[in-house]
């Protein structure tokens, strides 16, 4: 099985564009990406990318194409949606590939534009991720699912919004130093506890905004990196992934996230790791809640434990073990569609040192991405290492 | 790397079934193929699956999930969209997780539903595989832009309306016995001649019909394959895939279709095989002017030589090499999201001797399929062998 390592990282800053296009927000993440790997455009062999709703928000499906040109590409390119985990499937596609012996050079990313979209509409064309038959047509948006998920876990394993409101304060501070995250804005717990409720108990800052964004990395085997002396110090080294049923009706439980949890043992397994080795994680906290469930799925928490985190200061910046450095989506910003390989370019820096962050964790060796989809019914997760 | 067999197919009917969903659509080729596969529920690691224009025709992304329970199954799935390639790339993709170790067994199909639209609805819901910037908001739509390749054909290469028509006929004439073919109509050149115009030189009679419908595959390591004693005859021997411009007005020459061409030159190179040792093809025949673009690509015919085959009799039934003997896109029906894996069912069956027009190629050993997406700005080809 080949090596899968990360030759080139690269972002657009997170916020609202409603006037470019979604090309042009791609093409600036993959020059950048392109730019830092330094590898000549004819060496790449394809393009994953991911997008989840394109064709409503810009009438354009069949996306691969038309974003393997902006990137001055001319391989095959082919589009995941996997709601707000597409770019994360497409990463672990990508992975795959390379492992097989596919191919030697991928550039693998993701792109969404919602700004564009009215607030109602935006909210209905996010809910296209959820079950239309069973949740949509009675009523169920994004904000509602995850308020079902925060009151099962109060009801089993306690917690409050005190709780919940120290993630967001968390998240917005570690946000302040990256320049490509939308909000730039301290808040307190004050702040946040009197936000209004959006849907009980979730309030205005339990939730991501809606952001424009793109991000792209190079990936390369392992056999292509040393034959051309790249310099690509982080290595793929676990890849998982878990499925769940899509509708929450049709679910055991609530209060955790079964699909995540598959996905982090698999991950681990692949890299031949425990929980306890992993020193960083970017994790999807598309509300407060989701960060929660999210550290008890990567097996950092037992359930029910993991509520109290950021209040303790065990995922703050000054904790054993960080979560959300970038600000995760709550402050950095969540377009949908690139929000999974944004977690990977965060994370590549931080480990290779030269996040803004990176003085949090300067001897971070293995860090963990987590991205979801929908109501986590799709999961991934990847790990990541600093070679020695 | 893995070998990749083929344990189960299954199809849906193609036709129009306003009245169903896609989930149970997509439920009835699963369970046909997972029948035939006769493997347990517990040992599916991975679903991936094709579909184009869910969000539009069902406001449903995120099929993924959905199709997964639908099909029985509680593993991870993964949706894909490349235009009318969309299960050709998923079918890709779920053999490169398993050559690379990823995955034993996968199910891999697609599904679209396009009668619930009305027309000129889904005549627009299919142009968001163009691209909506240069092509879409010009007027293009899928029967102009093919008009203009087969206008760009002609000048270049000679043939004319009564070529096409050939071709028109040979595959409804083989849809005649096809139980899961939408047309069960025999039609003469004449009647293809005398069909209205849909955009010059295109006629009716050049068009695919509009098509609901679902088709699966069951792919299994060659390991498990043989530790678990089962029937897979067929094998997959190679897979290649290619990428053009999205926009017409962006590439050199219209026509002919290098992205094919690119594809079908990595599968063959994949299944160290030629051209010659094809014995059988199932290739993207949305207009009839995209069979003859295909037998060029796939190496079949010098540029401008494929034009003929038809009128020759040498892609019929009684052929020398045999050519959508499943009636193809044009009589079987297209449901777009589903036809790269149809493409695969059909030859499959066409292979192991069970297909209803296996008697026409009662040696084949070696089948193609061709799958295309827009304007071929996306190709997908696979090469399939009877195992000895």
Do not use: W
């Not at 093409?27 to 990406?33: Q, R, V």
């Amino acid at each position: 099985m080949n090596d899968v390592r990360i030759a080139g990282v690269g972002l657009t800053k997170f916020g609202r564009y409603p006037e470019r296009t979604g090309r042009d927000l791609f093409a600036e993440a993959a020059l950048a990406a392109r730019d830092e790997a330094g590898i000549s455009r004819g060496d790449y062999d394809e393009v994953h990318y991911g997008n989840f709703m394109g064709e409503l928000a810009e009438g354009q499906g069949h996306q691969g194409p038309v974003v393997a040109e902006a990137a001055g590409l001319d391989c095959p390119a082919t589009r995941y949606e996997s709601a707000c985990a597409s770019a994360g499937v497409a990463f672990r596609q990508a992975v795959q590939t390379i492992r097989g012996g596919g191919a030697d050079v991928v550039l693998v990313g993701g792109m969404e534009r919602m700004n564009n979209l009215g607030t109602s509409e935006v909210t209905r064309s996010l809910a296209i991720a959820a079950d239309e038959l069973f949740e949509v047509r009675a009523g169920v948006t994004f904000p509602g699912a995850y308020a079902l998920m925060a009151r099962a876990y109060f009801d089993e394993f306690g917690g409050d919004n005190e709780d919940l409101a120290h993630i967001a304060v968390k998240n917005h501070a570690n946000a302040m130093t990256n320049e490509y995250a939308q909000f730039h804005r301290e808040i307190t717990v004050e702040d946040a506890l009197e936000s209004p409720v959006v849907a009980d108990p979730l309030t205005l800052y339990d939730a991501c905004p809606i952001t424009d964004g793109a991000s792209a990395v190079v990936l390369v085997s392992g056999d292509y990196a040393d034959e051309n002396g790249l310099d690509a110090p982080v290595r793929v080294a676990g890849s998982g992934q878990g499925g769940d049923k899509a509708a929450l009706q049709d679910r055991e439980y609530l209060a955790q996230t079964p699909a995540a949890t598959k996905a982090a043992e698999m991950a681990y397994a692949d890299a031949a790791i425990t929980p306890d080795d992993v020193d960083v994680a970017e994790v999807h906290d598309c509300f407060t809640i989701a960060e929660v469930l999210a550290l008890e799925s990567l097996g950092f928490y037992e359930p029910g434990e993991g509520i109290g985190a950021a209040a303790r200061g065990e995922t703050t910046r000054d904790g054993d073990r960080p979560v959300n450095l970038s600000g995760g989506l709550k402050a950095k910003g969540h377009p949908v569609g690139a929000t999974g390989t944004a977690q990977v370019v965060e994370m590549t820096k931080l480990l290779r040192g030269d996040h803004a962050n990176s003085d949090a964790v300067p001897d971070a060796r293995v860090g963990v991405t987590h991205n979801a989809g929908g109501t986590v019914a799709s999961a991934v997760v990847h790990v990541l290492e600093v070679m020695n």
